[in-house]
């Protein structure tokens, strides 16, 4: 049985409207000294296999990994940074635009985690005071506790006091946390986004007339 012409033509824009919805990209940038295991938390967060040992990061790597999140797909591209290059020499390209951070120490090296300070410091100098950035901090290489020097009660506080999601975990050996603490930053930049845009949306300028869009099939 043949539909009616406008029933039809409906059902096409219908159609075509779903097939054209973006999906949403989301850069995050993971940031960390030397060693601590960003490139390893990156690739066990991407699936990737690595049998063969980890190669110091130089400049940096760039990987996408496409997530579903209530019904949406979002397109996550880590920016995996090269801790060697010290904070000062990681170009600005790499801060900007970005949307949200992933910080990372090694629970092992009490260094790794005294530097924080400095990487946040940076992160400031392009988004003042980090104020309202999704920023996780992660403990990595807790699979050595036996040799740990950074206690968990300490990192978490100096988290809390910066707005930070806190996680430890092992790129190596814990999967499912990996995943789990990206899947936290993701969720939590999406909600911002969604808040930005809804707060956008909902404030008009003096004498501005609230816009009504009217869709037709
Ligand atoms: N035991 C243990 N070793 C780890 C863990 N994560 C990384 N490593 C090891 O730590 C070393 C450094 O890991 P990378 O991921 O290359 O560190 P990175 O932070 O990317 O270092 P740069 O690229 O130089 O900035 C490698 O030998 C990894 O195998 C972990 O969770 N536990
Ligand atoms: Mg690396």
Same mark, same amino acid.
């Given at each position: 049985?043949?539909?009616?012409?406008? =029933?039809?033509?409906c @059902?096409? /824009?219908?159609?075509?409207? $779903?097939?054209?919805?973006?999906t949403?990209?989301?850069?995050?940038?993971?940031?960390?000294?030397?060693n601590? #295991?960003?490139?390893?938390l990156v690739? %066990?967060f991407?699936d990737?296999r690595? &049998?063969?040992?980890?190669t110091?990061?130089?400049g940096v790597?760039? /990987? %996408?990994k *496409?997530?579903? @999140?209530n019904?949406?797909?979002?397109n996550?591209?880590?920016? +995996?940074?090269a #801790?060697?290059e010290r904070?000062?020499?990681?170009p600005?390209?790499?801060y900007k635009k970005? &949307?949200?951070?992933v910080?990372v120490?090694?629970? $092992?090296?009490?260094?790794s985690?005294?530097?924080?300070?400095a990487? =946040?410091?940076n992160? +400031?100098?392009f988004?003042?005071? /980090?104020?309202?950035?999704?920023?996780?901090?992660?403990g990595?290489? %807790?699979?050595?506790?036996q040799?740990?020097?950074?206690f968990s +009660?300490?990192?978490q506080?100096f988290?809390d *006091? !910066? !707005?930070m999601?806190?996680v430890?975990?092992?790129?190596?050996?814990?999967?499912d946390?990996v995943?789990d603490?990206f899947?936290?930053i993701?969720t939590?930049?999406?909600?911002?986004r969604n808040e930005?845009s809804?707060?956008a949306? !909902?404030?008009?300028?003096?004498?501005? *007339?609230?816009?009504? *869009?009217?869709y037709?099939c």
């Amino acid at each position: 049985m043949l539909l009616p012409k406008r =029933i039809r033509t409906c @059902i096409s /824009h219908l159609f075509t409207t $779903t097939m054209t919805v973006a999906t949403r990209s989301i850069k995050l940038v993971i940031l960390g000294e030397s060693n601590v #295991g960003k490139t390893a938390l990156v690739e %066990n967060f991407m699936d990737m296999r690595r &049998d063969t040992f980890f190669t110091t990061t130089v400049g940096v790597d760039f /990987h %996408n990994k *496409k997530l579903v @999140i209530n019904n949406e797909t979002v397109n996550v591209q880590a920016w +995996d940074t090269a #801790g060697q290059e010290r904070f000062s020499a990681l170009p600005s390209i790499i801060y900007k635009k970005a &949307d949200g951070f992933v910080l990372v120490y090694d629970i $092992t090296n009490l260094d790794s985690y005294y530097r924080l300070t400095a990487w =946040i410091r940076n992160i +400031d100098s392009f988004y003042e005071n /980090h104020k309202g950035m999704p920023i996780m901090l992660i403990g990595n290489k %807790n699979d050595l506790v036996q040799v740990r020097a950074v206690f968990s +009660d300490v990192a978490q506080s100096f988290a809390d *006091k !910066n !707005n930070m999601i806190f996680v430890e975990t092992s790129a190596i050996f814990d999967r499912d946390t990996v995943h789990d603490a990206f899947l936290r930053i993701v969720t939590q930049i999406i909600q911002r986004r969604n808040e930005t845009s809804d707060s956008a949306s !909902n404030t008009l300028s003096k004498g501005e *007339k609230p816009k009504t *869009k009217k869709y037709y099939c």
